[in-house]
């Protein structure tokens, strides 16, 4: 059962217009949210986080949305550059739960790509 | 700073080998965590270690997995024996404080044939 899910595995925009990432999630435990953005052959990098105590995050181009009451959080790339074209995944961490909460839950990714 | 470095960046081997995938976490930081990335399954949390010490391996698959981190610069992950469903890119990454974004090394590309 996925607790994250990136509903979109592709998503094709025009350079310079505004690209919308969405993941929605079902463990109402999630404490802190990320997202990842990952290129062929590397490894993930990361992005840009929020805590669930707040409901928005900037970081330059780069702002994530959260609404709690829908379980659902968005990245906003604006503008979009051809080198954002790379795959993006949501992660969670379930900050109450005892052992793993350290560990993150990913999503299954959204492949972004930025149309000249 | 070097960041998370795994090695081998690619590893091929047999179905019943002994298969060892190392990490070097980035220095300072105290908690490392082992990744595995399947097509099916996605990014899937495997075991992590806080200050040289597993905390959470309920994702290990199986009792064929096995992970250690004798000191804070050094960890492995070992598949002994191996089978072709292993294949996949297994993570290293680190972290410096509980919570804190994770950061990824660039993984190694497992093939069992």
């Known amino acids: 059962d996925q607790q994250v899910k990136q509903n979109s595995p592709s998503l094709s925009v025009q350079e310079g217009r505004i690209s919308i990432l969405n993941c929605d999630y079902t463990?109402?435990?999630?404490?802190?949210f990320l997202w990842y953005k990952k290129y062929p052959a590397e490894g993930p990098t990361f992005l840009i986080s929020i805590s669930s105590i707040k409901d928005k995050n900037e970081d330059g181009r780069f702002t994530v949305f959260l609404n709690k009451s829908a379980k659902h959080l968005s990245l906003h790339i604006v503008p979009s550059q051809p080198g954002d074209s790379a795959v993006y995944f949501c992660a969670a961490r379930d900050g109450l739960s005892g052992g793993g909460a350290d560990g993150l839950t990913f999503g299954k990714g959204t492949h972004l790509i930025i149309q000249p | 700073d070097a960041g998370v470095i795994q090695s081998p960046r690619h590893e091929v081997t047999e179905m019943g080998q002994e298969v060892t995938l190392r990490c070097k976490p980035i220095s300072g930081h105290d908690y490392l965590f082992w990744y595995r990335q399947t097509m099916m399954r996605g990014l899937e949390l495997l075991i992590y270690f806080n200050n040289n010490v597993p905390i959470d391996d309920s994702g290990m698959p199986e009792d064929r997995f096995s992970a250690k981190m004798p000191n804070a610069s050094f960890s492995t992950l070992k598949i002994q024996p191996s089978e072709p469903r292993d294949s996949a890119v297994y993570f290293c990454a680190s972290s410096l404080i509980s919570g804190g974004p994770q950061y990824f090394g660039a993984g190694t590309r497992l093939s069992v044939l």
């Open positions: 463990n109402s435990m999630f404490d802190y």
